[in-house]
């Protein structure tokens, strides 16, 4: 979401958007949507805080007979060194959720489902599906590289589906009276509830880290709901930081890339036909992984400290994963993901060919500095938008002084022109006049 009254049309987020989904028109940014994989750069780059995302406030509890909270791995490293996991739940409790599901014990599912998917014979590398970001991006940017992603639902899907179905079981709701809400780092994930990419989503909401933050922080000196303390899985919490994947993975050829412009790196790697000797890319759109989401209130390398000896400690305790057979669908995504054709110039071939003609014309006929003071991120883009009717040439400062330029010299000229109905004395007593 962009705050009209905030943004200055500064043309910082257009230079930072890895999709190129963001314009400056008459000074303010536009997002375009189809373009836009929620990856949270502008939000992260914007000095006027006018990028936002909307996430769901604790009122929306009252909607549901019963909700449980999904507190995200990354959540536990947004506190000092002694507070547990075990406190933040019964800080989730006290704030009014009646129930919590560890996002960290579906991480914990997941991970044994990939040892499991990396023995098939697939393409290589096979790029984690875990950050919506990045599958976003792979379907406007990549779509050659679908295929090689790893067909498994994410932690926080798998994790909202066995809590719903532990309510269901355990305290006879019906489904709908059922409020599931993931304790979220970034607006990918909102995305990903509102539109999944199955057939649905087993979340019903998601609250941003920086909102909840406070309410747990005042309820960690005297918690009333006390939780015994060696729950959380170390494997599973470790996914909260970039290689944590590939920490629980292990005995693989195994790749971690994070921030979505290094990912970005490594995908025209890909398909430029290199890394066949890799054997699964954990790929995440934010630097350090989902502790440095831009909807968490700490600073990322306090975070992954924090992270690391919260994981240590939880290597010593012996937990038990809940038992689930890795090999049955109950992880799967339903079915392939489909490319997200936001990039066209248009859907007739005939036609896309002769646009591109024009773009490319257009092009080579701007300056090529990419300064993006037209409001679109760079020349080639600017083309684009022309070819398709949302700018024109004069949007470019330099072809717009060039042609005032042009106007001036031709005024300049124009000036010393006499109509030809104008006598040679009538001429040059205009001149006399004009010396004195």
């Given amino acids: ?216 922080l005042s309820r960690l000196e005297s918690p009333a709901t006390n939780i015994v303390p060696g729950g959380s899985p170390a494997i599973g919490v470790g996914w909260g930081r970039a290689g944590g994947e590939n920490h629980g993975i292990k005995d693989r050829s195994l790749l971690a890339v994070d921030g979505i412009h290094n990912v970005i790196n490594v995908f025209e790697e890909i398909e430029r036909g290199g890394l066949r000797d890799i054997d699964y890319i954990e790929a995440q759109a934010c630097t350090g992984g989902c502790i440095g989401g831009p909807l968490v209130p700490q600073n990322q390398f306090v975070s992954r400290v924090r992270m690391e000896n919260l994981v240590k400690k939880l290597s010593q305790n012996d937990y038990h994963c809940p038992e689930i057979d890795c090999n049955y669908d109950f992880c799967e995504l339903p079915g392939p993901i489909l490319p997200r054709p936001a990039l066209k110039l248009s859907n007739d071939i005939d036609q896309a060919i002769s646009m591109l003609e024009q773009v490319e014309k257009i092009t080579s006929d701007l300056p090529g500095l990419d300064c993006g003071s037209c409001g679109s991120p760079n020349c080639r883009a600017l083309a684009e938008d022309i070819v398709r009717g949302y700018a024109e040439t004069s949007y470019c400062v330099f072809k717009l002084r060039e042609k005032l330029q042009c106007l001036a010299r031709e005024i300049v000229d124009l000036s010393h022109l006499q109509p030809p109905a104008m006598g040679r004395e009538a001429a040059k007593s205009d001149k006399e006049g004009a010396k004195r």
């Fill in 1 to 216: 979401m962009l705050d009209q009254e905030k943004c200055k049309g500064c043309t910082n987020c257009i230079k930072h958007c890895p999709t190129e989904a963001i314009r400056v028109r008459e000074g303010r940014a536009r997002i375009i949507e189809e373009r836009c994989i929620d990856c949270g750069e502008c939000i992260r780059i914007c000095p006027n805080r006018a990028k936002l995302a909307i996430t769901d406030s604790l009122e929306r509890l009252k909607d549901f007979s019963y909700t449980v909270a999904l507190p995200a791995p990354s959540l536990y490293a947004q506190f000092g060194p002694a507070v547990m996991p075990h406190n933040i739940l019964a800080a989730l409790l006290d704030i009014g959720f009646n129930d919590y599901y560890e996002v960290a014990v579906g991480a914990e599912i997941v991970t044994n489902c990939l040892r499991n998917y990396l023995q098939q014979d697939k393409p290589r590398p096979l790029i984690s599906s875990a950050c919506p970001a990045v599958v976003r991006l792979m379907q406007v940017r990549f779509p050659g590289l679908l295929d090689h992603v790893v067909l498994i639902d994410t932690p926080m899907e798998v994790s909202a589906r066995m809590a719903r179905e532990k309510v269901i079981r355990e305290h006879g709701c019906k489904s709908e009276e059922i409020g599931i809400f993931f304790i979220t780092p970034c607006p990918a994930k909102v995305t990903a509830i509102k539109q999944p990419f199955g057939s649905r989503s087993y979340v019903d909401g998601a609250i941003s880290m920086s909102s909840i933050y406070g309410e747990i």
